[in-house]
C-alpha cells in the first residue's frame, strides 16, 4: 500500500512509521535531514550529479542513466531495510521534491509489501513548513536563564526538564571562544531541530519550558526572531555565581583547547582588551595557569562585553547546583500552574 501525504498530514501520521527513508544523496543527507530519518539514497553524491548534468543536455538519457543507478541502489539497500523493518512495517519516504527518487524506492518497498507513506513535496515542503511555523509567534512560556559567563547557565539547563538546549543543538557556547566543540550544523539542521524540540513540546502539552537567553547569533547560527522575542518576554532569571565557580566552570567547558585555537581566539578579541589584558592572559596561558587566564578573560572581556537584560524576575545564585536547581523547579511549577 503506498499512500502520499501533504506535510501536515505526514506529520501526524509519522509516529506510527517503523523506519524513515530518506533518499537524496548521502551529502544532501549530512547537510540536513528530517529527524530519525536513514538515508538509503536512489543516487549517491556521484550519481547524483552526474545525471543532473546530463539531464540539461539530454532528458531521456539522464532518465534512462539515473533508472539504472537506482535500481542497483535500490537491490543493495533492500537488505538492510528488511534487516531493520519487517515486510509489511509502514516506512515513510522523502525526497528533495518528492519526485522520482522517493516514488522509485517506495514504488518497489509497495510491491514488496511494505505500507508506505511517501511526503507530498519531500524535503523542500518539510522546509517550507519549519520556516512557516518557526515565523509564527512562539507560543511555548520560556523560563530564561541570564547571567554571566562560566554561571552555569547550560549544567542547569541541562538539569532542568523540560528545557530547550540551543548550545547544544548549535554545537557552541555562544561566545567567542564557543566553537571548542568543533564544527557547527548547517542553519537547516539547526532549524529543523529547534522546530522538532518545539513541535515535540507541544504534542507532549507542555506550556512553559526553561531556555538559555541567548544573543541572535550562537556562532555562525541565527536564531528565528519568534523564539528570540518569546524568550525575553518570559519569565526571566539571573543566574549569578561566585568567581571562583565560574573559574571552575570555564575550566571544564574548556577543557580541551588547544595552542592554535587559543592564539586564534585571542587575535579576534584583541580590539576589545588591553594591550595589557592580552599579554596577561598569553603569559599565564603559556605558564598553564589556565585558572588564571580564565579570571582575567571573565572579569576583562566577558563581563564587559556582557549586555545585562533590563528586566528580572527572579536572581538565583548558582554555587550550589542542586540548590539552584530546586529554586528554578519551584518558579516552573508556580508558572505553570498559572498557565493552565
Known sequence: MLIELEISDWLKARNEFDL?????SPNEFLYSNIASAKNFYALNDAQHKETGTLYKENRASAKVLGATYISQNIATHLPQIAQISRVGAMVGIYCARGGMRSASIAHVLDMIGYRVVRLVGGYKAYREHVLRELNMPCDINFITLFGNTGSY?????ERLEPSINLEKMANHLG?????IGGA???????????FEKILSLKEQGIKTCFIEGESRRIGALTLPASIYEAMRNGINVQIIASMSKRVECTMKDYAKIDNSFFYECMRKITPFISS?????????YEDGDTAKVCEILLEKYYD??????????HTICSDDLETAVNELMKIYHKQNMQNT
Open 20 to 24: 524513515l527513508i530518506d533518499a537524496r
Open 153 to 157: 547557565k547550560t549544567k542547569l539547563i
Open 175 to 179: 561566545s567567542v571562544f564557543g566553537a
Open 184 to 194: 557547527q550544523p548547517s542553519q537547516k539542521a539547526f532549524e529543523d531541530e529547534l
Open 276 to 284: 595589557q589584558v592580552k599579554s596577561d592572559a598569553i603569559n599565564a
Open 304 to 313: 564587559k562585553v556582557y549586555k545585562k537584560q533590563q528586566r528580572i524576575d
